[in-house]
């Protein structure tokens, strides 16, 4: 329970952390069962915020952490968790955090998981308050009816690393490209994790929507998600897809200031500020689609909202997808303009309806241009879902199947 010591951080971050989180509570993931929750409920595994630590907070279970800690173990068996996912999807890999549990952290952990309906999972007691209890026996009979134990193992048996600043983000890819649900944490025997999450896109029956329905199609609830992007400096551009409006500016995407902004700042013939360059993040759409209303809510950011914004599109294969790995040279995507050069007001949300939106053809990928720098909270790109043919190798040239 020591303070974590500082260690220079050398390891390269996964590609996965800049996908969606799946499981965080702000997505509507929760925690429908632990078999203990003594010193620190496993409501806080879900959490957006960065783990904390309070070196003199105690309640009367004992110290006061900001993760998931059960009671060292006295009986036979382990400890475990089941989350239900805010956003059903096909999970690619886990961020374990044991930040700041040194001496109490779980040694070794499995993650399982399956797809369940809400048929299945109904008859799950309601939580409540749960520090300082463990599971009653009605409890654990009603969820042994989802035989979480027979589940698919994504993560085998692993061990972990202590929660000091150069060892606490224990990561563990996923192969399994299948849509889930629910995942089973798995501690062994016991101890303390502070957060957990589950990065994805989102999986969407889009069998079940009318050609005729205006969804957003960039939202992560709707398979939506960040491919690539200029600077990240102080807010994920992930969070521009994300459910709901911004709680803060922490909760939007944020970048540095530029530092090739001009001495004195002039604007043009148009009323918009002349700089030499701009921020810029990519998303590829739940669905390709034809986009007719765009939303910029600039929340939040009230001295460093951008000056204007700029939404191009485009349509890429998979295949072609792949090779843009290095988006910051995508020189061979043709981008369209779909909403020209705009000014932005601070913490508003600015709406442009089909009149303005400059391209009506199918779309796969967005880019959000923003300059010179600075915050948006969030963009939603509503359309309707449709498919498309290539005609030709061309990626302008297709034609609308439905």
Known sequence: MAVRKAGELTSVLPKFVHLNDLACESSGGKVIFATDDWFAPAENLLKRTAPQFIVDAFTEFGKWMDGWETRRKRSAGHD????????????????????????????????????????????????????????????????????????????????????????????????????????????????????????????????????????????????????????????????????????????????????????????????????????????????????????????????????????DATYLTPEEEVIQKNWTKNLHVAWKTILPDTKLKPHKRHFFDYSLIESHEIFTHVRLIIAPDGGVSRMRLWGFPRNVVLKTESTADFKNTD
């Open 80 to 311: 475990w968790c089941i989350i239900q996912l805010g956003v059903p999807g096909i999970i690619h890999g886990f961020d374990i955090d044991t930040s700041y549990f040194t001496g109490n952290y779980a040694p070794r952990i499995s993650v399982q998981a399956a797809c369940l309906n809400q048929e299945k999972v109904r008859d799950v007691l309601p939580r409540g308050e749960r520090m300082g209890t463990a599971a009653s026996d009605e409890e654990m009979e009603a969820i042994e009816k989802l035989m979480s134990d027979s589940w698919i193992e994504l993560v085998p048996m692993s061990k972990l690393q202590p929660g000091y600043t150069d060892t606490c983000h224990n990561y563990f890819p996923v192969t399994a490209q299948r849509r889930w649900t629910h995942i089973r944490l798995n501690l062994y025997p016991d101890g303390g994790i502070a957060r957990m999450k589950v990065y994805g896109v989102g999986k969407k029956d889009w069998s079940s929507l009318s050609l005729n329905e205006l969804v957003d199609l960039a939202s992560m609830q709707n398979g939506g998600v960040c491919v690539g992007y200029s600077d990240a400096h102080f807010g994920q551009p992930q969070n521009l897809i994300g459910i709901g409006r911004a709680k803060n500016m922490g909760d939007g995407w944020e970048t540095a200031r530029r530092l090739d902004r001009p001495p004195v700042l002039k604007v043009n013939d148009k009323g918009i500020l002349d700089v030499p360059g701009y921020e810029w993040s990519i998303f590829r759409l739940g669905h390709s689609g034809v986009i007719v209303h765009v939303e910029v809510d600039t929340n939040h950011f009230k001295g460093n909202a951008p000056a204007f914004c700029k939404i």
